[in-house]
């Protein structure tokens, strides 16, 4: 009745054996977010990273933090925080800087610093899932690195919240993998895991997004007594490869080492 046609996401053993074997071939060169901790914890280009976790528990400053280490071509979507708030965290861990010592700077130097972050764009607008490619590919160097701060801030012309969250997720999929790139996205909660602890079904909205992540990290914010945050732990919640990552980090200014 129809003409078949051969699908190009259709393979076949020899297809695959081959693409398994190109990928060893080649000088993959992922980040390793556990390595100063004494863990293993590789992110390949062309996977998703899910970091869940309550409110107002340094989920952004954390990813300022993990790229700033790496210091790799970054795309950072933020749609949370305003240009000054973002650069003041960038330029105060960049220097193990207080706020004070920030401030004493820029009241005597008008410049002098971003020449260090030649590796960083920041853009403050909200755009489609879709046109995040488009945006991309439209940058004068492609990133290696890009961050969506956070899923639920992404437009959709969806007025359900799941189908909203999980058309980001599988656009962010293939934007990975379509563009051999390492995606870092920011999901909020549901009540019940914020109440009762997280674990794989806990981002709001869709599960579909635990299954279009490649990996799905936790993040856990410790109070002191003046209920400012003091530590945080980081663990993996899921994986689809055999690392693990635990681990406890201190918060001093807006350092997380």
Same mark, same amino acid.
């Given at each position: ?14 297809d695959?054996?081959?693409e ?7 000088? /993959?060169?992922?980040i #390793?977010?556990?390595?100063? /901790? ?22 952004t ?6 790229? *700033?280490? &790496? ?9 949370e ?8 965290? &960038? ?16 009241k005597?130097?008008a ?14 607008? @909200?755009?489609?899932?879709?046109e ?11 990133? !290696?690195?890009?961050v969506? #701060? /956070?899923?639920?801030?992404? %437009?959709?012309?969806?007025? #359900?919240?799941n189908?909203?969250? !999980?058309?980001? @997720?599988?656009?962010?999929? !293939?934007?990975?993998v ?8 920011? @999901? !909020?909660?549901?009540?019940?895991? &914020? ?17 279009n ?10 109070? #002191? ?7 945080? %732990?980081?663990? $993996?919640?899921?994986? %689809? ?6 681990? *406890?980090? $201190? ?5 997380? @080492?």
């Open positions: 009745l129809y003409k078949a046609k051969k699908s190009q996401n259709t393979m076949n053993a020899q695959m054996e081959k398994l074997v190109e990928f060893f071939s080649k000088d /993959h060169d992922p #390793d977010i556990g390595k100063k /901790h004494n863990q293993s914890f590789p992110i390949y280009p062309g996977e998703v990273v899910i970091l869940q976790a309550p409110p107002k528990s340094m989920k400053m954390l990813l300022q933090n993990w790229v *700033n280490d &790496f210091k790799r071509p970054t795309y950072f979507v933020e749609m925080m305003s240009p000054r708030q973002i650069w003041m965290r &960038f330029v105060m861990m960049e220097n193990n800087w207080s706020e004070e010592e920030l401030r004493e700077h820029y005597k130097y410049n002098g610093i971003s020449q260090e972050f030649d590796w960083l764009t920041v853009d403050y607008n @909200s755009c489609y899932p879709h995040l490619k488009k945006r991309i590919m439209m940058l004068p160097r492609k990133p !290696e690195i890009v969506i #701060d /956070h899923m639920g801030l992404l %437009r959709s012309q969806k007025s #359900d919240n189908m909203k969250v !999980e058309e980001a @997720s599988q656009a962010l999929m !293939e934007l990975a379509q563009n051999n790139i390492i995606v870092f996205a920011v @999901s !909020e909660i549901t009540k019940t895991a &914020f109440a009762e602890g997280m674990n794989i079904a806990s981002a709001k909205g869709s599960f579909r997004i635990a299954y992540a490649n990996k799905v990290l936790s993040l856990t914010p410790f109070k #002191d007594e003046n209920n400012l945050i003091k530590a945080l %732990r980081v663990e $993996s919640t899921a994986n %689809r490869e055999k690392e693990h990552l635990d681990v *406890n980090l $201190s918060v001093k200014g807006a350092k997380i @080492s």
